[in-house]
């Protein structure tokens, strides 16, 4: 299994910015695809951004330009920094690490983020 701690989140007012960060440990070598998704009050989670561990990245409409994802493999880490914040940004964020082998997706406790307008 891998496990996944977060960081980083907090409440921030309209346009300032916060970096998220998750560490894995445990079943790291398997691990191909890092992310984040977020789930805000009656809504369904969704996808935020992820990184394979070749480096290519994918972003949803909504971040794209103001999000960005990077990945520390020396240190099984991902951040997220999330810039220009509005107030729909308000969710909760999981960190999300999917293993090849066994093939399962792995998730965070998640953490809070919070955007006053």
């Known amino acids: 299994q891998v496990q996944l701690v977060e960081s980083g989140g907090g409440l921030v007012q309209a346009g300032g910015s916060l970096r998220l960060s998750c560490a894995a440990s445990?079943?790291?070598?398997?691990?191909?695809?890092m992310g984040w998704h977020r789930q805000a009050p009656g809504k369904q989670r969704e996808l935020v951004a992820a990184i394979t561990r070749a480096g290519s990245t994918n972003y949803a409409d909504s971040v794209k330009g103001r999000f960005t994802i990077s990945r520390d493999s020396a240190k099984n880490t991902v951040f997220l920094q999330m810039n220009n914040l509005k107030p729909e940004d308000t969710a909760v964020y999981y960190c999300n690490a999917d293993t090849i082998v066994p093939k399962r997706a792995n998730w965070g406790q998640g953490t809070q983020v919070t955007v006053s307008s």
């Open positions: 445990g079943n790291i070598l398997y691990i191909n695809t």
